[in-house]
């Protein structure tokens, strides 16, 4: 039974539209197909319906870590869902797990790291700002992950406080200047992940990551394509994401001495 | 300190030859770079160098999940890294998530599944065919996480064995004729995801979706583009996989009465 | 030097405006950098810079089959460069080719095959709506090559009225209905083009071919992707074309009897 | 009739292999499905059937440019039909034009020129190493286009014989060494066309296309997906080409004094 603070998704059969909900007692979200009161959902479950005052349906669904990094309060450009699905599985990220990231940005990757590490792991998150540090932990706090995560504010240049991490991401402008940072963050034989908007960020990246003596370098991209879901005319959509970013993956070792 | 059953990744600096392996005192592993012995990796850490009998160097790093569903053993065509990222985020499927699949197939998706559900979550495999069942068990036995699956040989047209399922896949060739049954075992306002190679299937996947009143249908297929990781030549590679199949979801939700 | 009626592409460094232009004594361009009068630019040659009467500067290129099929007057889907340079290629077009294609649409395709058949070949069009007709015969007009064209408002069911074609190219919403006459319009041995949004379309086409007695069978798709010009930030445009239309490609042969 | 010297394109309905050939009164076509003797299909039509001296049916269809430059015989990295399309349509070219390009290589980009320039045209086309100019004559006399183009064993450095051209082509491995000569060689307002496999040569060409008032800048890349042909399970092909190389294309303007 739905009750305060609980996630809901709503969609809407009419138009599509969709809302990621925190409920909050007494609380109206307005939509173009009218006005929804939270308390009208609270005692609701999963899979019921809900109407708005102009008598529109929406139907509560459970919400999910795609929905969810889409549709985050965002003042930074975010990580997406294709790519947030391969850096979890790239990092071996799971329940338990102690990741570290920079920078926090809005807070989509962290939010997601959070999730998959369960309440046995942790994720430390790091940004310079304190701006983003505050919104990405409120994001934290809607999805209610935001126990798992160490919000700090903090320049990396000096260093990551964590030791023997099982995964390490970094999406910050120049990330070859904290490969050492990252290598002594990181339990030798784990994997730092790293994602790059343009080529010659690759570039400087793959010079740095070969300068430190990491292993097993792996630059890709990925595209996601949705198609139209009328049965008699199959077709993708029009118009797609182009570019996100190149995602880099690489393991570290012990120096042989 | 690496002990008997441990899993690991051995990457070579030399020719990029890889191998999983689940560590067995007294076992040998052949490459065409000479014969380590396993017993020269138990006792080590990950991070550290191990030696052929030829002087050839392997590093010994971290499995993941990605390294693991790629060099699965398999009968079947497997289901590849990149889906399985988007499917774990599409689906909500986190510690704790109970989930259902059918077909168990080789036990690519079945052992990543059981990786993200942690201890105190649950995947539920239906395949008719014993051998894969058998052979899939064994492949989540070398991943060490058997323990979270019930492997059942069992035909899904008479229905699922459990209620209130997090999140079902299918990867079946019909899965228009299971979607009663999926509704039946998912908990209403969850998610069900489906893996269909032809644009034909999802033709009478979409009509099935909509038949069984399912909403929030999403149809979509991934690329993925690796590139060479020389810093001064930076491309894509010549070769790339074109196609492995097209991912749809959808959410259940209540029937009106 | 350019004189009226000739066609420029004017491109403004300042903002990436770019304008076809069919130049006319005594007319003017609005632009939002300003007014560009068509007799600054008669007299003048490919090359040089003209300014707008507020002194923004545009460049007098020369115009290509890419600009004008981009920038074509339309009142219907158009077919893309992509596609059309593909179709070109795939369809054996060249100086004096003889080709049929239905329908004419907007005439984007057909201008640009009236371009490559030059003054020795010939394009045949069909449309059933005179509105089309007219448009297209206007864009072909501006693109000077409309006098290689002979422009038919005629159904198609009944038959083309030309044999022995070179190529013949359908881009209508059910081409099953018309591979008999097609294979009757095209020289045997010789190729058919047809271009059709969804997979459905694919289906059905793919049958009549077979029925039909085509062979060397092709279906293709294309992705054009633009890259950003920043030689400091080298990325994928953030947007992309996500589809068009599926290419589908076969030739005659003689019936065996 | 066929005669010989003529071009055909043999397919086989029985295993989709296919032959580029020049009819050569008797020679002989070795395939695994048999013997074919030229002499069989000299006298005969495109469009009929041929049988190997194992009964097996070849069908005699018309050549086109895309079989021809993917059938090229090579010695060098060749141009694909994709690409191709691309070109002759960004770069305007068309029956009459004037069109130089550097290197020759096997000549699959020259050959597809020559085509399309018609007798009207002229392709000049340049590489420093002998052996290639003979191998380009050679692919050039096979699709009997040679007598349109203009073989130059010359290094590029001291400059391009034309000038006034009205297309360009570089595929060459540092193009930003020629942008000087391109713009001599080209008329004002005309494009010049580049090729480079790698994200390190777009970035030097771009700063070279900048420094030397080239205008209207665009890079792009291409990728082409074919489909199965089977009617009732249409998917991709499991495995695409992932990448030929980028495209970068640029118009040169007078300068200004």
Redesign the interface.
């Given at each position: 039974m739905l009750k305060d603070k609980d996630v809901v998704f709503l969609?809407s059969?009419e138009k599509?539209d969709?809302f990621l909900l925190n409920l909050e007692e007494g609380a109206k979200l307005d939509s173009r197909l009218g006005v929804i009161n939270h308390n009208d959902i609270i005692g609701r479950?999963?899979?019921?319906?809900v109407r708005t005052h102009l008598g529109s349906m929406f139907?509560?669904?459970?919400?999910?870590?795609?929905e969810f990094?889409r549709r985050i309060k965002r003042k930074t450009q975010i990580i997406f869902?294709?790519e947030?699905?391969?850096?979890?599985?790239?990092?071996?990220v799971?329940?338990?797990s102690k990741v570290v990231e920079c920078g926090t940005g809005s807070g989509s990757l962290t939010a997601?790291l959070a999730?998959?590490?369960?309440?046995?792991?942790k994720v430390y998150t790091y940004d310079r700002r304190e701006e983003f540090s505050l919104l990405a932990r409120r994001n934290c706090e809607k999805w209610n992950v935001a126990h798992r995560v160490e919000f700090k504010v903090k320049d990396i240049a000096e260093g990551f406080d964590e030791r023997d991490a099982?995964a390490l991401f970094l999406d910050v402008p120049t990330p070859w200047d904290y490969l050492r940072q990252a290598k002594e963050a990181l339990?030798?034989?784990?994997?730092l992940g790293i994602l790059v908007?343009?080529?010659?960020q690759?570039?400087?990246t793959?010079?740095g990551l070969?300068d430190h003596g990491y292993?097993?370098?792996?630059?890709?991209?990925?595209?996601?394509?949705?198609?139209?879901?009328?049965?008699?005319?199959?077709?993708?959509?029009?118009?797609?994401?182009?570019?996100?970013g190149?995602l880099i993956f690489a393991?570290?070792?012990?120096d042989?001495t």
């Open positions: 969609w059969p599509g969709t479950s999963y899979g019921d319906g139907y509560i669904l459970r919400p999910n870590v795609l990094s869902p294709k947030i699905g391969m850096i979890i599985v790239a990092l071996g799971g329940p338990g997601a999730h998959f590490v369960g309440d046995e792991g099982d339990s030798p034989g784990s994997r908007p343009t080529t010659n690759i570039e400087k793959l010079e070969n292993v097993d370098i792996q630059v890709m991209e990925l595209f996601l394509r949705y198609y139209k879901t009328n049965a008699k005319r199959i077709r993708p959509e029009d118009i797609m994401v182009g570019h996100t190149y393991s570290t070792v012990r042989i």
